[in-house]
């Protein structure tokens, strides 16, 4: 056994084999021993599955050493753990080898032996010489280490870093991947490709309804329905909270729609259950070919995520097939072109405040204690891009609470900095997307910014579209009564253009109201625009509050506003949108 190790040798192989699992030894002629005297790794008694294994390899050792007793009394625990073709075969040439030359070779494979379940078990062989007194080798000590956990947590973490944890399915990164391999695949072979981009409708309301383990439920169960209509070898992949992406391989587009169908079919017929509870699913589809003319797949799921949106804003539940020559799809495409690049402008400090003078009807020429903070981008070119071209791009595609922070940050830091211009500062007014309009983490940011900047909240106009108001009233009244708490104020921009804007006004306690623009700019000339602008001049002044009319364009509207006891005008009319850092001349 052991003993017959020199005492050098077997001190050093004790050494670096004494956590593992199993040693067999082998001889010229015979199989010499087992797992005495060797602990296991973690320690612990062997258990049967180290037996089987044991048994197994020792089968193969003694095949290699045609120690026919051994062979069979071996076969029968061999048939019945472990396959057929694994008998005798993966360790039988790496004994052949240890036995002749007394060593491992340089270079070996580790060992897989399939299970009758179908499991397999990775083995990582070592080998020691046992060398007799006159130093010839009389045989050889093998270590069989067990790696099959690692190895599966190797298999289970290469998983995850390729999948989605929640559903399984491939995650947007190597979905990424497959999609420039099926481009380049284009490119190559001339072979035509389709890509669906799905958007499943009702996720948000079961998960604001329900909770996030009820919205988890419904995405495992419902991407298992969804998994069931795709072929091998296409991918399916969750690129979003509740959006997927289908990459159809070897498919036209004719064929592309008839899987998107199926999909439609399927979803409109899915029904989720949750606390006594059924729920109906839409899905929204836009669909796209990958053919030798594709560009990138940047380019192409930007392209098929457009089809999505446009599926989704022509009623949901539906499917969108991408056509070059359609001016809402191209309209679309261009504003989610725009996202990469705000991001960019954000990171670079490329985004600029400008500001426009709001006037009192009796102080008309006093143009700066009283403004709303407007914000413009820098190109990479150093061009100045207008609000219009990216702010829609932003509000759609979730970048536009992260602007409004940075205007409220800026703006408050150049107040700080600027003492002269704060001391003159009547009323500063800051726009509020509806994104940011009761989300808490936007509020904690203004408390914390006023605090720090230490900006007199009596000085900060905060400005909330009527429509996002209106259609956020809950939220709304929470927020605006939190920031009043504290001194700021409000107005409510673009009044006049919502639906129901007198009922709501009573519940909103705001500061300010502004016209909206589209009755202000023809009103010298237009009966029913000086009526409405009248009309809401007067409500808002019986209910204690000031109005703004905007964009005043000429000398006119001007005249006319007065005439109708409007509180104060903005406008081109009066002065044009100028940078911030004007006010510091």
């Known amino acids: 056994m052991l003993d017959e190790l020199d005492a050098t040798e077997r001190n050093q192989w004790e050494k670096e084999v004494g956590n593992v699992i199993l040693v067999p030894m082998v001889g010229r002629s015979n199989f010499l021993g087992g797992i005495a005297g060797i602990n296991k790794i973690g320690g612990g008694d062997f258990d049967q599955h180290d037996l089987d294994l044991l048994t197994l390899l020792a089968g193969q050792i003694a095949t290699a050493i045609d120690n026919t007793n051994l062979i069979e009394q071996l076969e029968e625990a061999n048939q019945s753990l472990f396959s057929e073709k694994e008998k005798a075969q993966p360790a039988k040439g790496l004994v052949e080898y240890c ?22 078990i990775y083995i990582e062989p070592s080998a020691a010489p046992i060398r ?18 690692t190895h599966e947590l190797t298999r289970q973490l290469s998983h995850q870093s390729t999948h989605d944890v929640l559903t ?8 990424e991947l497959k999609v420039r391999q099926a481009i380049r ?3 190559l072979s001339d072979r035509e490709h389709s890509l669906l981009y799905m958007d499943l409708d009702q996720f948000k309301v079961i998960n604001d309804t329900c909770g996030h383990i009820a919205g988890d439920e419904l995405l495992k169960q419902y991407t298992a329905k969804l998994a069931e209509l795709v072929r091998h070898g296409d991918t399916l992949a969750r690129v979003g909270g509740d959006e997927f992406g289908l990459l159809l391989e070897n498919c036209s587009n004719q064929q592309a729609l008839l899987v998107a169908n199926k999909i439609l079919e399927m979803t409109q017929q899915f029904r989720f259950s949750w606390e006594a509870k059924t729920f109906g699913t839409g899905i929204s589809i836009g669909m796209i070919g990958i053919t030798h003319q594709t560009s990138s797949a940047i380019d192409v799921i930007s392209r098929v995520d457009a089809a999505c949106h446009m599926a989704k804003e022509a009623g949901r539940s539906r499917i969108y097939v991408h056509d070059e020559k359609d001016q809402a799809l191209l309209a679309r495409h261009g504003q989610m072109e725009w996202t990469p690049r705000i991001t960019k402008a954000l990171e670079e400090q490329r985004m600029v405040l400008y500001y426009q003078p709001i006037v009192h009807n009796t102080h008309l020429a006093d143009l700066n204690s009283h403004y709303e903070i407007l914000i413009r981008m820098i190109d990479e070119s150093g061009s100045l891009v207008p609000p219009g071209a990216f702010l829609p791009a932003a509000e759609r595609y979730n970048l536009i609470a992260t602007i409004d922070r940075w205007v409220i940050s800026e703006y408050f830091r150049w107040l700080a900095e600027h003492p002269a211009q704060l001391n003159a500062l009547e009323l500063g007014s800051i726009n509020l997307s509806g994104h940011s309009l009761g989300d808490e983490t936007c509020l904690r940011h203004i408390e914390n910014q006023l605090k720090e900047f230490a900006i007199p909240p009596e000085k900060i106009c905060f400005e909330i579209t009527e429509t996002e108001a209106i259609s956020n009233l809950a939220k709304a009244q929470s927020f605006i009564r939190k920031l009043k708490n504290h001194g700021c104020n409000f107005a409510l921009d673009d009044f006049g253009s919502g639906f129901s804007s007198y009922a709501y006004l009573k519940n909103l306690p705001v500061d300010f109201l502004k016209i909206d623009g589209m009755f202000v700019k023809d009103l010298h000339s237009d009966p029913a625009n000086y009526a409405m602008v009248e009309s809401i001049n007067h409500i808002g002044h019986v209910m204690g509050r000031k109005t703004i009319a905007e964009f005043v364009e000429n000398q006119e509207t001007l005249h006319t506003l007065n005439t109708l006891g409007i509180d104060y005008m903005q406008g081109y009319g009066i002065a044009k949108p100028s940078i911030l850092s004007n006010l510091e001349k």
């Not at 399984?168 to 979905?175: E, I, P, S, V, W």
């Open 99 to 120: 036995l002749s030359e007394g060593r491992l070779p340089s270079q070996y494979n580790t060992l897989i032996f399939t299970q009758q379940d179908g499991r397999n």
């Open 132 to 149: 007799g007194h006159d130093g010839h080798t009389s045989g050889i000590v093998f270590v069989f280490h067990d790696v099959s956990q």
């Open 168 to 175: 399984g399915l491939f995650n947007r990164r190597d979905f």
């Open 185 to 187: 695949d284009a490119e």
